[in-house]
C-alpha cells in the first residue's frame, strides 16, 4: 500500500509564495511520475505539474514561469515551489503518485489560498 502526505498549504496573499511538499511511503514502484493537482469548488480537477523520474516536467498554462515542480534524490517525494500566486491559484491540491502499469495513488489534498 501507498500513502501521500502532502504539506504546505496554507493562506497567503497574492504575489506571495509557498512551497508543498508530498512525501510518499509503502511499496513505491519505479519508474513513475509524480504530480500535483488541484480542484477548486465547482470546478473540474485540472493538472498543475507533473514530474517523472527521469525528470521530465510538464505544467498547465495558467502555472508556467510561476510553479516549479521538483523531486527528492530518493523519488520519494515531490514538491511544489509556487511564486506569485494569484487568487485564482485557490484550490484544494493533491498530491499523485503515478506507476505506470500500476495502481495510481492520491494523497488526502492540502488547501491553498491566496487573498487579493
Known amino acids: 500500500q501507498v500513502q501521500l502526505v502532502e504539506s504546505g498549504g496554507g493562506l497567503v496573499q497574492a504575489g506571495g509564495s509557498l512551497r508543498l511538499s508530498c512525501a510518499a511511503s509503502?511499496?513505491?514502484?519505479?519508474?513513475?511520475?509524480m504530480g500535483w493537482y488541484r480542484q477548486a469548488p465547482g470546478k473540474a480537477r485540472e493538472l498543475v505539474a507533473t514530474?517523472?523520474?527521469?525528470?521530465?516536467?510538464n505544467y498547465a498554462d495558467s502555472v508556467k514561469g510561476r510553479f516549479a515542480i521538483s523531486r527528492d534524490n530518493a523519488k520519494t517525494t515531490v514538491y511544489l515551489q509556487m511564486n506569485n500566486l494569484k487568487p485564482e491559484d485557490t484550490a484544494e491540491y493533491c498530491c499523485n503518485l503515478d506507476p505506470p502499469g500500476f495502481q495510481s495513488y492520491w494523497g488526502w489534498g492540502t488547501q491553498v489560498t491566496v487573498s487579493s
Open positions: 514530474i517523472s523520474s527521469g525528470g521530465r516536467t
Open positions: 509503502g511499496i513505491i514502484y519505479s519508474p513513475n511520475t
